[in-house]
């Protein structure tokens, strides 16, 4: 039996010297920094902890997003047992702003050829407005965290410095020459090799990766992450929104249809979430609330249209204010937003119309359905008598005295009792009217 066992033991040992169990975890970030990117991240850090990856290494696209879910990923990879290495890849690629800040802070820095890393000034988003001294005060903050983010990490702090201050933006060459990466790598396997036997320094100690032949294992976002990030979406959360108000709108205007109800509050929920993890003007969402409360009230209050108009300047005003001051991988789509505003203002606008309308409409059932119509009088009308309209006879009354036979139209009705005036013959039929 032991001689058995040996030449096994011996063919493991080898097995796991050649990376039988060691593995590499590969991330991808493709798009703004929001939530959902947050979330994935520190998903894939969490499970580095438990499984014991030699690398994380995250493959990096982003033109920047929001600095609170810049600051917890930093917190995440700063706090991981597990060395995570950015790596801004595909060539044509870049780590702008909030990515290159977390590129600051991963324990390896890698870039591309043909890819550039940068312009980390911080902009205010959602219209917020600031004054000189706020924003001095907001970039020394962020100057000083990147700072500190390229010291712990051996990189260039007067890089760390002007990247804030002055937005510059580098190529793959000369951030590897300024100190601000520490490999070029062309894809994600010379990436791997070059980091072969590598030292880094985590909160564990220091650890000499050994990456080559090691499992690499790709590890996508969940269905969770997917979603949010779908809904991260400000064409996606200006859908949401427009028809949970329409929903909302159908569901109060008809009472007991249930559905659009139920749709439009679900689309609506989705909606005001998809605004909360996004840089909005929350004056644009009032004024777009606003343009829905006055649309309702043209359908119950006669304004002649006047709410109606102020409904429709709301929303524009709403829908323009929105993403207005957010960088532009934050705001709408004008192709997306543009058709959907005007299908908004025409569906208001026509059950708008529809209620003026109806307010002007004439009775066409119960007896002010009459006032107008014509008939003939069956008896002298002296000051009252009898005629017949739509093929009924009715009382009459007449402050005039009207003939039997004549024509009449009724003017009221009062008491059940209709009030008529005699029509005046065509001006072509008058009497002595000489022939020829």
């Not at 917020?128 to 924003?135: F, L």
């Not at 343009?291 to 304004?303: D, P």
């Not at 991988?329 to 209620?355: D, M, N, R």
């Amino acid at each position: 039996m032991r001689s058995i066992l040996l030449p096994v033991l011996f063919f493991v040992t080898i097995f796991k010297a050649n990376g039988g169990e060691r593995k590499v975890f590969v991330g991808t970030v493709d798009g703004p920094i929001n939530p959902a990117v947050q979330e994935y991240i520190g998903d894939l850090v969490e499970r580095g902890e438990k499984e014991k990856p030699e690398l994380i290494l995250i493959l990096m696209d982003t033109p920047g997003g929001l600095d609170e879910s810049m600051r917890e990923i930093i917190k995440d990879i700063e706090n991981s047992s597990v060395p995570v290495a950015v790596f801004v890849y595909p060539p044509g690629a870049r780590a702008a702003s909030a990515g290159a800040i977390i590129a600051l802070s991963a324990h390896i820095a890698i870039m591309a050829p043909g890819t550039n890393i940068g312009a980390a000034h911080p902009v205010m988003m959602g219209g917020e407005k600031m004054d000189e001294e706020m924003k001095k005060k907001v970039v020394n903050d962020a100057v000083a965290f990147a700072k500190s983010l390229a010291k712990k990490h051996g990189r260039s702090e007067v890089w760390a410095e002007r990247v804030v201050k002055e937005s510059i933006s580098y190529p793959a060459e000369e951030a590897l020459k300024e100190k601000v990466i520490e490999f070029i790598a062309r894809n994600p396997e010379e990436c791997l090799e070059k980091l072969d036997g590598y030292k880094v320094n985590t909160v564990m100690g220091e650890r000499i990766l050994n990456t080559k032949g090691a499992m690499v294992v790709r590890i996508e976002m969940g269905w969770r992450e997917r979603l949010l990030n779908t809904f991260s979406n400000p064409n996606i959360a200006y859908i949401l929104l427009m028809i949970g108000m329409w929903g909302i709108f159908f569901e109060l205007s008809h009472p007991g249809a249930i559905f659009p109800g139920v749709v439009g509050a679900i689309c609506l929920i989705l909606g005001l979430y998809s605004l909360h993890t996004l840089p909005v003007n929350f004056a644009g969402v009032a004024l777009i609330f606003l343009g829905l409360i006055l649309f309702f009230a043209e359908i119950k209050i006669t304004s002649y249209g006047m709410l109606a108009l102020g409904g429709v300047i709301s929303i524009l005003l709403g829908t323009i204010m929105l993403f207005k001051s957010s960088p532009p991988y934050y705001q709408f789509s004008l192709k997306v937003v543009l058709p959907l505003f005007i299908f908004t203002v025409l569906f208001f606008g026509t059950l708008a119309y529809i209620a003026i309308s109806a307010q002007f409409q004439k009775p066409s059932v119960g007896v002010e359905a009459l006032i107008g119509e014509e008939g003939e009088a069956v008896t002298d009308i002296e000051p009252e008598g009898k005629v017949f309209v739509h093929g009924e006879y009715w009382d009459a009354y007449s402050e005039t005295p009207i003939k039997k036979g004549e024509r009449v139209r009724i003017e009221d009705v009062k008491k059940f009792k209709v009030i008529v005036k005699r029509i005046a013959p065509p001006r072509d039929q008058g009497v002595g009217k000489p022939l020829i």
